[in-house]
């Protein structure tokens, strides 16, 4: 089991920038693909980014892509989603989620496909 902690998250004007980071518990996360996913109070939790496990490939939600960029420091266990040109409809709780997967396997969209989650963080977008 890998235990993830999010961070990052907070409170920005429309049109501005945040960095969520989400760092594993154990080096194991190495073996993980990684996937951001948000929950917006009475909505369903939604994908927002994946990333495969080596790095080369990404997946973005129409909704942040061009916006939104996803990349990981194996060294530092870290996983980041750098979100740009913020809009209150970003407004959710996001949260990390990582599985062990191949080497060669590509990003996946789907929830219930992750396997660790981490408490998730707060990112609110004020118009």
């Known amino acids: 089991q890998v235990q993830l902690v999010e961070s990052g998250g907070g409170l920005v004007q429309a049109g501005g920038s945040l960095r969520l980071s989400c760092v594993a518990s154990?080096?194991?996360?190495?073996?993980?693909?990684v996937g951001w996913f948000r929950q917006a109070p009475g909505q369903e939790r939604e994908f927002v980014s994946a990333?495969?496990?080596?790095?080369?490939?990404?997946l973005y939600a129409d909704s942040v892509s061009g916006r939104f960029i996803i990349s990981r420091d194996k060294d530092k266990n870290s996983v980041y989603l750098q979100m740009n040109r913020l809009k209150p409809e970003d407004t959710a709780i996001y949260y990390c989620?990582?599985?062990?997967?191949?080497?060669?396997?590509?990003?996946?969209?789907?929830?219930?496909?992750?396997?660790?989650w981490g408490q998730g963080t707060q990112v609110t977008v004020s118009s």
């Open positions: 154990r080096r194991a996360f190495q073996e993980h693909a």
């Open positions: 989620a990582s599985r062990r997967t191949i080497l060669t396997a590509s990003p996946n969209t789907q929830a219930k496909s992750y396997d660790n």
């Open positions: 990333i495969s496990r080596n790095g080369r490939e990404t």
